[in-house]
């Protein structure tokens, strides 16, 4: 049995970093069941909500899709390790200079530090740290808490 995905969509008042004043942001939040099957439905529905928010469709459409997909099989498979009784939350948070994403799984994370730099001919072999590298390439920012079950990624929109 397939649990749905739980959806949250709402306008409020952030304060950005390095900023006085609070801007109107979109707040967008699903709750993912552990299942992979799920995945491009969730990446699905927050894109059409950060294209309708004013991300642009190319970077909606490869930037966000691909490290949204990602992350989230990576919270899924090595977070919650497919368990069915966990879930992964999606937060997003659209400004008009960036778009913020957090994926936060139920696991209890992992050390960033041990990924080597997999595009070194020793490490072309290794099993890990593919996901990481990849969504490096494809956001401008990428934050790991310091648990190691929460990454946010920021794209910027201009």
Do not use: W
């Amino acid at each position: 049995m397939t649990v749905p995905l739980r959806l949250s969509v709402r306008r409020a008042d952030v304060a950005l970093p390095g900023t006085v004043a609070p801007r109107t942001a979109l707040r967008i939040s699903v709750r993912v069941p552990s299942e992979l099957d799920v995945v491009e439905q969730a990446v699905d529905v927050v894109a059409r909500h950060c294209i309708a928010a004013g991300l642009s469709a190319r970077r909606a459409r490869f930037n966000l899709r691909v490290a949204l997909c990602e992350a989230l099989a990576n919270a899924m498979i090595y977070g919650n390790a497919l368990d069915p009784a966990k879930a992964v939350e999606v937060h997003v948070t659209v400004t008009e200079p960036q778009l913020r994403v957090e994926v936060v799984d139920e696991g209890n994370g992992f050390d960033a530090t041990h990924f080597d730099d997999v595009c070194l001919p020793d490490d072309l072999e290794a099993t890990g740290g593919r996901g990481l590298f990849l969504i490096r390439q494809l956001v401008d920012d990428v934050y790991l808490n310091e648990r190691g079950n929460t990454i946010c990624m920021v794209l910027r929109r201009a």
